[in-house]
């Protein structure tokens, strides 16, 4: 009997992710739709409390949330199938994605009909740095880390230098702690499992890739890493991904990058699944085998480590959120990592021509994003249509 439910919520998790178009927040809405209200494999207190344990950890916030559902309801085993059958279908086809776009470039073909998808992109960006800092900064302090990261993130060109602004944007906030109010603690207990295989493979990896210096497990690493220092979900994922793999190691073009970024607003489940594109695209000298492997190691890399801190947190998050300076720390957290999509947005629009029409588009998409109700895909398929026809 619990195998057939558990293939139920599988059927069930497969379907979404054929139907979840928009992000984390439209995503967490089929969530409530299919999972609460349908089949009542959790209440809606239940759902946005894990919703809430999954905004405060790294990595894509609608995958760990289901994934996290799967946990409870069959432990380990049921969580990583939840996770491979979500993802599976945006991450085949972004890979796809990747290896047509590589092909059609080595071919001689004109990447032209793509080019209002870039203008198209930036909007997508622009709307999510605007909606991101409008929620997630709620005072002048926040504010200034927010300015300040945007800054950083622009002038400097260096990966590293992510992780390094989340971790001050904590500390910047964590002495706020006073203003949140005192809740009775207990003894913190941990299961350490899911936390020593969480840092074991990132060192693991980092420390085989100098070694071997083969670019498939430095590529494993590198979407590990970032796997492991990414708040505030997929739009998040911008900068980081930008900076490494096309400012500092340039193994994408800015148009290449625009165009994955704008083909996966059109994709359904996780826009993590962004990640199987660039991985395919680092190796296109490798042919393609190396790009489909590259591919799944990085769509693996990027998906990982959220997957071993839900286990983690699920156990430990009743006691972690009574502590106030943790609450505190979220603050300059969220700021930091609003400021570094506000620097993408920009960094992004560098390299498109600027002429009326290109201006025109990213001020329309962010217009139909904001005060429409057309979904996303239909909006990056009129630009291939615009494109095409222009």
């Not at 009542?40 to 999954?54: G, M, Q, V």
């Not at 505030?232 to 500092?248: K, R």
């Not at 904001?370 to 239909?378: E, L, T, W």
């Amino acid at each position: 009997m619990r195998k057939t439910r558990n293939t139920i919520f599988l059927k069930d998790v497969f379907l979404l992710s054929l139907t979840a178009f928009g992000g984390p927040q439209a995503h967490i809405g089929l969530f409530l739709d299919v999972l609460v209200k349908k089949r009542a494999y959790l209440s809606e207190e239940e759902l946005i409390e894990l919703l809430a344990l999954c905004q405060v950890l790294p990595g894509p916030t609608s995958t760990q949330t289901i994934t996290a559902v799967g946990y409870q309801k069959g432990g380990p085993n049921l969580a990583y199938l939840t996770l491979i059958v979500w993802a599976l279908p945006a991450v085949m086809i972004m890979t796809a994605a990747g290896v047509f776009i590589s092909y059609w470039g080595e071919m001689g073909g004109s990447m032209e009909f793509t080019k209002y998808v870039l203008p198209i992109a930036v909007g997508f960006v622009a709307f999510a740095a605007i909606r991101i800092s409008s929620k997630v900064v709620q005072s002048n302090w926040g504010g200034a880390l927010m300015v300040i990261s945007a800054i950083v993130s622009y002038f400097v060109n260096n990966p590293w230098v992510f992780p390094i602004l989340i971790i001050a944007g904590g500390f910047a906030t964590a002495w706020k702690y006073k203003q949140h109010p005192v809740e009775e603690k207990e003894k913190l207990r941990f299961r350490w499992g899911n936390l020593f295989l969480f840092f074991f493979i990132l060192i693991a990896a980092a420390t085989l890739g100098a070694v071997t210096k083969s670019r498939f497990i430095l590529l494993f690493e590198n979407f590990y890493r970032n796997g492991t220092i990414i708040f505030g979900g997929g739009q998040v994922l911008i900068p980081y991904l930008y900076t490494e793999f096309v400012e500092y190691k340039e193994y994408l073009s800015s148009s290449e990058f625009l165009t994955g970024w704008g083909f996966v607003q059109a994709v359904p489940g996780p826009v993590f699944s962004f990640s199987s594109f660039i991985g395919a695209l680092s190796v296109r000298e490798f042919g393609l085998p190396g790009e489909i492997l590259t591919a799944f190691l990085a769509s693996t890399g990027i998906f990982l480590p959220g997957t071993f801190m839900i286990f983690f947190a699920t156990g430990v998050w009743e006691q972690l959120k009574k502590y106030r300076i943790i609450r505190a720390s979220l603050e300059g957290i969220n700021a930091a990592a609003s400021g570094m999509v506000i620097a993408a947005a920009i960094s992004l629009f560098d390299p498109i021509p600027i002429s009326p029409l290109n201006i025109g588009i990213i001020v329309l998409t962010y217009i139909l994003l904001a005060f429409s109700k057309i979904p996303a895909p239909y909006i990056i398929i009129g630009g291939i249509v615009l494109g095409i026809v222009l």
